[in-house]
């Protein structure tokens, strides 16, 4: 159980287009996801939580015009990374967390994003 | 300074030995914390939750110190299959804040 995908696992988009990456909770449902990134060699850093049915709440420093975030359902959260440039080279991840236990939580196998 | 500090490595050793390292953090006030494993290129796996008692889960043990705001994980006889880096992790009002991990190498 607790099963989380993400889906594409791996981009490679031009400079200035948006890419959506989809992540969903496939045998549960998620009050809470949680979107990261990370640098190589660097800690996961959280961008924003996403809670189904209200607006994301961003961390400090993450622009939320750049990263649109969508929590349709409680089974799905998107994000989306608009007019792309190189420096948003990174690896993406989301996770979901129970409503028993939010602070253990069920991440997604990454979305590798290139940006030329 | 970060949440969450961990010593980058690596960490070389030989199977069957046993490897120890640490993690501090900086909010006294964290409420849970745990060790996480990342393969090169993956998503991180959760290893172990660490209590303040301490706990074992076959070959690793975690212990907490609140006073010293430290946790750390221990590997007792090492295999191939551990080679990765281990995150810490800990939790404060839900949010987790991730060290950088420990990289750890056991070699033949």
């Known amino acids: 159980g607790a099963v989380v995908s993400q889906h594409p696992s791996r981009v490679i988009c031009k400079s200035g287009t948006s890419v959506k990456i989809e992540c969903r909770s496939l045998d549960f449902q998620a009050t809470t996801m949680f979107w990261y990134r990370q640098f190589p060699k660097k800690s996961l850093m959280l961008m924003a939580t996403?809670?189904?049915?209200?607006?994301?709440?961003?961390e400090q420093g993450v622009e939320k015009d750049k990263f649109l975030i969508n929590h349709a359902s409680l089974t799905l959260s998107t994000l989306t990374v608009t007019s792309a440039h190189p420096e948003d080279s990174s690896f993406y991840i989301c996770?979901?967390?129970?409503?028993?236990?939010?602070?253990?939580?069920?991440f997604g196998p990454g979305t590798r994003l290139t940006v030329l | 300074r970060k949440e969450v500090e961990q010593d980058p490595g690596p960490f070389n050793v030989p199977e069957g030995a046993t490897v120890a390292f640490n993690c501090t953090y900086s909010?006294?006030?964290?409420?849970?914390f745990f060790w996480y494993r990342q393969d090169c290129r993956k998503e991180p796996k959760l290893l172990m939750s660490v209590y303040s008692s301490g706990n074992e889960d076959g070959r690793f043990t975690a212990q907490l110190n609140r006073a010293s705001q430290y946790i750390s994980l221990l590997i007792r006889d090492s295999k191939l299959s551990d080679s990765a880096t281990y995150l810490c992790v800990v939790s404060n009002d839900y949010k987790l804040s991730f060290g950088a991990g420990t990289t750890v190498t056991v070699r033949a």
């Open positions: 909010n006294s006030a964290s409420q849970s």
């Open positions: 996770s979901a967390g129970t409503s028993g236990r939010v602070d253990e939580q069920f």
């Open positions: 996403s809670n189904e049915g209200s607006k994301a709440t961003y």
